[in-house]
């Protein structure tokens, strides 16, 4: 890289710590720094969501995906925009009856306290271990283009963001994410045009992947082991985003801090339609690249896109695509930082000990985000151990990761809104049969070669799409069949 590139680089970083101390202005109370004092405009939470989602794991293994594969992958897309509609017309309404500082409240108001704190907790376990994953990947490229270890990469760019997420609070997230959104695209759009300039311009780029069979994007045939089918794109994205949307209190908080109900569904239905353009753009990225001959078939998919980020961008873009990776990683981090410890802070500090002073809450809810910010940087480095000199894109492993329990989340909102003889106790077993369920089905190929497990290969051929649609099933099944048996005893 060159001075111009660490430049560019430097000029974002700068941009994003001055957004977080612009944002400490006027912060009094716990609902100022977890909620943005409930005035943020609609556009900067559809942009928010979607940076939030999107993270580092969309810029670098989204065009892994198109270099090796087709545009099947955007398939999801379809069916993450259908799940936002639904939420945005029956679970949207309930967060904002009343005043709700949480996504689990509503599960405390309908099943009691203990639900909402085992909610709270798996919530907490889930976006803990996705967003490890995610820090992780934004980690790569930093590494490849400074020569750093990965482990020192994961430790600037964690520290830099709790920096900012911890003065700013919610405000500075959301608003670093609007920043972050335009860096990324960006930088995405200029790669794009200089990948289809070296594959010797954009048509014959597009004709040489359409020969090749690579801008297909539907498959209609149905089935439970292929990855992206049409059929599993539509089903298993609508209840992924019907879960990480509607129960998961990463993407409620932003919805929660807006104006009214009317902006966030506004907010929310818009982010869908963006994201499906954003897919299209980075699953072009990899085409192109792969059209331009630059995606070896030694190379990890993962890879793909920063080695031609290192070799191929002039002085300058190289920093401004990198900027861009950066700060999708960012947002995902300082999202999860400040969700992390508004959960902590309401649904469990503040139910366990009583205390609901806003001031105090303020106080106790930054502690949480220092420690939930350096405990995101630890996990990031385990999964760095982990998951090394593995060629699955680590977009794939961290919504693997989230779908362990988004099924038991969204299976015990519906379990409150459409069966009325649940109870909290059935909502707890739903939850932790579901989440150990599934983590038998999501680990099964691992687990069949453990003696007299053989069994569970056939289970481990299950497509991850599916992972949710299955989990939903189980937590409602599960519930029910509780609150039967309790009733004949």
Known sequence: ????????????????????????????????????????????????IVATETSALTVISVPGIGARGDLTFIQLAFGYLIGRIGVAAWLL??????????????????????????VSVVFLVTRFLGDGVRIFAGAIPLALLTGWSIPVAILAMGLITLVYTWFGGLKAVVWADVVQL????????????????????????????????????????????????????????????????????????????TRSLKSAQRALIGSGVVVILQFLLFLLVGTAIWAAGLAPAGVSADTIFPQFIIDHLPSGVAGLVVAGILAAAMSTISSSINALASSVTHDLYASVTGR??????????????????LALVGA???????????????VVLAL?????????LLGTYILGGKWRRAQGTDAVRAVVITVAVMLVVVFAKSLSGVNGLGWLEAVGRLAWPWYVPLGTMVAVGVGMLSSLTRSQR
């Open 400 to 408: 693997s990761i989230a779908s362990i329990t988004y099924g038991a």
């Open 380 to 394: 990031a480095l385990f999964f760095f151990y982990f998951a090394s000199g593995s060629d699955t894109p680590v």
């Open 93 to 118: 309404p309930g967060y904002f009856d009343g005043t709700q500082e949480t996504a689990y409240q509503r599960i405390e108001r309908r099943f009691g306290v203990r639900s909402r704190r085992v």
């Open 182 to 257: 335009a860096v990324y695209v960006a930088g995405g759009i200029v790669a794009l045009l200089i990948a289809w300039h070296l594959a010797g311009g954009a048509a014959h780029s597009l004709s040489l992947a359409a020969g090749a069979g690579k801008l297909r994007v539907f498959d209609l045939h149905i089935s439970l082991t292929s990855t992206y089918t049409l059929l599993g794109g539509v089903i298993g994205g609508a209840l992924l985003s019907a879960a990480s949307h509607g129960t998961d209190h990463l993407i409620v908080q932003r919805l929660l801090a």
């Open 1 to 48: 890289m060159t001075t111009l590139d660490f430049v560019v680089i430097a000029a974002y970083f700068a941009v994003t710590l001055g957004i977080g101390l612009w944002a400490t202005r006027r912060q009094s109370t716990a609902g100022d720094y977890f909620l943005g004092a409930r005035d943020l405009p609609t556009f900067a939470v559809l942009f928010s």
């Open 356 to 373: 609901t002073d806003p001031a105090h809450l303020l106080r106790v809810g930054r502690t949480f985000s220092l420690v939930w910010g």
